[in-house]
């Protein structure tokens, strides 16, 4: 009997001793995190400070590269043609383990650390979605454990992704087209959030595109019939986009944004330009509108006897999850535990909800359960799904603002530059560690991860939606 058992035995105990070695080392990360909380939280402030838009974050892309080099990081720079892309590597070998940071902040959302709308600099940027916060938990990550591989206590490479303009032009789609991440075995990836969850929905797919309308100035009133007038073109446009709304899927979204259309009103103006977003569950689901809304823009300028252009921008896939990534994550989140907050923290939550006309309950500091991947897509989207499909992503959300907070909004801009947010920063940054720690150990695991990956991409041929040539950096839209 024993030595029938004897095997099972020798296992287990092999198994206990694996997932005591793992543990370790996940205290010994999270505590490398925080060893860096102070500089860090420097780090942090600077980028929320510098408050630089998509393909203009040239002083934080710097500073995220000062810290990596620091940290003996090798950088490679101006990755996709994109002067703010890098990366900042460590070790050698396989495994390859990503992790991506974003930097960029929003226009018109400057914004003081107080918990009312208080703009620091008159219509200037502010970092709205905390991708301040993004960018350096990342990189804290990274670093952490970038000092294991250089004890010997992990083998393989750590690759931090400083991945510029998702705000605006999806940066990562440069990236993924210069086949940055080729390489890679994993990526791990989070997001400033008003809750702490793993990040399991898809999100939606869109495409970006700008229509230019061309046509005849003249005189307003004297002579209109010499006129040919882009903003009728540009009108036209728009209402076909709205009738045509009615015979879309529910899963559509439509927005459009008239960047230009005449600037005085006795010209007839012979200049109109809209950029307009379509989205969807997929990017299949995204091509079809796409398709319709190109021979609207025809039908329109040939109406209004104008000439037209449209010049496609780019277009960002839906997010592949992968399940098995995410419940590793979700056991490292229930193992630490939630974020704490002091009553001050819970006070400034509170003015801020007021502020914005909300229940007045403080922050959520609880660890949401593992959720479903819904099928009918929502949400917003993010050029992380590019990312998604070419290499498996685990997705975390972090607490960095209370709940209720609108989103890309002055609130968060005040959270992520004070505590709460650097709170949420570094809980991110331990978490993807102490997952890291899993990826790196255990060659299982990244082979299932892998293995889904394969399975739900199955014989899709991924291409990214961007035209030929040159990334946007100095796009005129
Ligand atoms: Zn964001």
Redesign the pocket.
Known sequence: MITRLLPTLLLLTFLCTCVRAQSKLKAEVRAGVAAQYEQLTDLSDRIWSYEEIAFQEAQSAEALKAYARANGFRIEENIGEIPTAFTAEFGSGKPVIGILG?FDALPGLSQETVPRKQPRNEGGAGHG???NL?GTASLGAATAIKEMIEAGKLKGTIRFYGTPA??KYFGKLWMVRAGAFDDVDVVMDW??SAQTKVGVQTGLALVDFVVEFRGQAAHAASDPWNGRDASDALELYAAGINYYREHVKPSVRIHYDIQQAGEVVNVVPDYSRIWTRVRDGNNEGVQVVYKQIQRIAEGAAMMANVDYELTLISGIHEVLVNRTGAEVLQRNLEAMGPISYTEEEQAFARQIQAAVNKPEIGIESKIEPLEETLSVAAGGS?DVGDVSYVVPVIRLRATTAPSGTPWHSWAVVACGGMSIGHKGMRYSAEAMAMTMIDLFTDAKLRESIKAEFKEDIGDYEYKPMVPAGPPPVDSKF
């Open positions: 974003e979605c905390g991708h993004f998702e705000e997001h400033p993010t």
